[in-house]
């Protein structure tokens, strides 16, 4: 089955068509700027253009940076507060004329690389956390997903831990690959304590950079590894979202059963 992967991020909205028997892209990624108010209509108009651009007329797998339950976006830390309340699933079937479904974006990227990549058949506590524009987390048990975790947000030194830790943190404040990772490892130590994982996965933007920073990672006791998808895992992730392929899924209770 083939379905059109849409990854919407704070900095850039990235589309490839997706072959959900190899969890491979199909085309190259398109990848356009967040519009800028990232507003609900000028963000479906990306989406729009995407879909037309790939002369896509099946089915769509959409991501959302924010808590989406029953494809309603109830957080918006990094992208125009106007989406808060917004039925984005009803917006983006509107702006393309097709079936759309929407989940979050860490647990987009977290289903694709625990069915595909870097999280394949591991049992137990599995946490993937993505570093964008702010800190993703998608947390599994055997395989299965507890949506909508939000533990970008835990305070770490009184702040939000994503405004500290976050690729885009790194780039604001000019930090050093090593300072930088002190900072993710010391962020990965309150993840430990709280939530002992076997296996944590490395996300978002930076992944594809992993070599520089992973290998610094020492502070804690589970085991770090990049994600195998890096930076498309979204897009694979929303793909299978809108068929429901796998265990894992959307925040809709029942949804994704196999
Ligand atoms: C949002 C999460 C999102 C993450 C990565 C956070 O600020 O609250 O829902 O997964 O950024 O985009």
Not at 61 to 88: L, Q
């Amino acid at each position: 089955m083939h379905v059109l992967g849409i990854d919407i991020g704070g900095t850039g909205i990235k589309a490839a068509p997706v072959d959900l028997e190899t969890g491979q892209l199909l085309a190259a990624r398109q990848k356009i700027e967040t519009p800028r108010p990232s507003t609900p209509d000028a963000v479906a108009a990306v989406v729009r253009e995407q879909t037309v651009s790939f002369g896509w007329n099946g089915p769509i797998g959409c991501t959302f940076p924010g808590v989406v339950m029953d494809g309603t976006v109830w957080t918006a830390a990094n992208v125009d507060k106007a989406w808060i309340g917004t039925d984005a699933a009803s917006l983006f079937r509107k702006a393309t004329g097709g079936e759309v479904t929407v989940l979050n974006d860490a647990d987009a990227a977290g289903v694709a690389e625990m069915t595909y990549g870097a999280g394949k058949d591991q049992p137990g506590t599995v946490l993937m956390l993505t570093f964008g524009t702010g800190i993703g987390s998608a947390l599994f048990t055997d395989g299965v997903l507890v949506p909508n975790t939000e533990f970008g947000h835990i305070e770490i030194r009184g702040r939000d831990a994503e405004k500290r830790a976050s690729e885009r943190a790194k780039e604001l404040h000019d930090l050093s690959w090593g300072k930088w990772a002190g900072r993710v490892d010391e962020y990965l130590q309150h993840m430990e304590a709280l939530l002992s994982p076997h296996l944590i996965i490395i996300g978002g933007g930076i992944s594809k950079q992993a070599d520089k920073f992973v290998p610094l990672l020492t502070g804690i006791r589970a085991k770090v590894v990049p994600a195998a998808m890096r930076n498309d895992a979204g897009i694979v992730g929303a793909a299978m979202a809108a068929s429901h392929t796998g265990r894992h899924h959307t925040g809709r209770p029942g949804a994704g059963e196999p």
